[in-house]
């Protein structure tokens, strides 16, 4: 007589478990797809940002008064970078970074802008003196915002 | 007598309709968790898409550049890559001055790309004296010679 209903109380129980179960198995699973999602994303993004320098890296002239230079850059990836997220370091210092008769923010693939590059601090660069110039940059487009950086060793032509 | 078969035919139900539900419970659960799956597989093979991004890969090379007498400096420039390049996107430079746009000079010929294999000559006109360095640079790819006269 008791078979029945117990059978029944036990194929609920093992159902709501299973299910229980299931579903924090299957948000689990959701959580990882979508970081997987996202990192790719990101991964792709990066992939198609890039900027390269155009300035020769042997003679970058460097006013010791003005604490100021000009670097040229070149988007070098596939989609457009944003000019205004640009920044530059110095030999570690950290520039004030201003672009030069550039018209808004997009910056297209194989164009080149002109950066002024000031330090708000006083430094004072050796001539025939190897510096490392870092320079990073974002891509225009948000969700996610790609980046890069790269890093050149210069030579400064300092006056 | 037939109060006892009644049962055992009852219980027989019982568990003909559990099994049942357990089998549809189950495939329900698995075609679930394949689908999942599969969705999981795909995004992780999106995600790989990103080592196949090609980016620009020029090759430019400045072949020479000769200063004339008459204040000129002209630059010849080989394509040895294996992709065509804008000629708008090779900037060049001479010592530490500003670089310019090789589009901007006078082009022999004139062309508005430079196809693997081919060499144009480009001439800057006006310079005061002869630098001694130029360089060139295209994306992430650069070339420099010294100037010879």
Redesign the interface.
């Known amino acids: ?1 008791g ?2 209903p117990s ?2 109380i036990m ?1 609920t129980t ?2 709501i478990v ?1 299910a229980l179960v ?1 579903g924090l ?2 948000s689990t ?2 959580t ?2 979508q970081g ?2 996202k ?2 994303e990101q ?2 993004k ?3 940002t ?1 900027a ?5 890296p ?4 460097w006013d010791n008064t003005a604490d100021e230079a ?1 670097i ?1 850059v ?1 988007n ?3 989609i457009s970078l944003n000019i205004d997220s640009t920044y530059i370091f110095l030999d570690g210092n950290g520039m004030t970074v201003t672009p030069i008769d550039a018209v808004g923010v997009t910056w297209s ?2 164009v ?1 802008v ?1 950066f002024k590059i000031e330090s708000l601090t006083d430094l004072t660069f050796a001539a025939d003196t190897p510096y490392f110039l870092s320079v990073g940059v974002s891509s225009l487009s948000y969700s996610p915002v790609g980046t890069h950086s790269f890093t050149e060793v210069v030579r400064l ?1 300092v006056s | 007598m037939l109060g006892g078969l009644n ?1 055992l035919k ?2 027989d ?3 003909a309709g ?1 099994s049942v ?2 089998m549809v ?1 189950g495939t329900v ?1 698995i075609v ?2 394949a689908s ?1 799956t599969v ?2 597989v795909d ?2 093979n ?6 196949q ?1 090609e ?2 890969d020029p090759e430019i090379i400045l072949v020479s550049v000769v200063w004339d007498e008459v204040d000129t400096l002209t630059y010849t420039i080989t394509n040895t890559g294996s992709e065509a390049v ?1 000629i ?2 090779i ?1 060049l ?1 001479e ?2 001055a ?2 310019f ?1 090789c589009s901007t000079l006078t082009r022999t010929p004139s062309l508005t790309y430079i196809f693997p294999g081919e060499t144009i000559s480009a001439v800057e006109a006006g310079l005061g004296a002869s630098p001694s ?1 130029a ?1 060139l ?1 295209v ?2 790819y650069s070339s ?1 010679v010294a100037v010879t006269t």
Request: aromatic residues 10%; hydrophobic residues 45%; negative net charge.
């Open positions: 007589m078979d029945g059978e029944l194929l093992g159902l299973a299931s198995l299957l699973w959701d990882m797809s997987l999602e990192q790719g991964e792709i990066n992939a198609k890039r390269s320098l155009v300035s020769d042997s003679a970058i002239s000009f040229f070149q070098s990836g596939k693939t194989g080149v002109k032509d | 049962c009852r219980r139900n019982w568990l559990s539900a357990g419970v659960f679930i968790f999942a969705t999981m995004i992780v999106k995600a790989q898409l990103a080592a991004v980016l620009p804008k708008e996107h900037f430079s010592d530490n500003d670089p746009s360095r360089f640079v994306f992430e420099s």
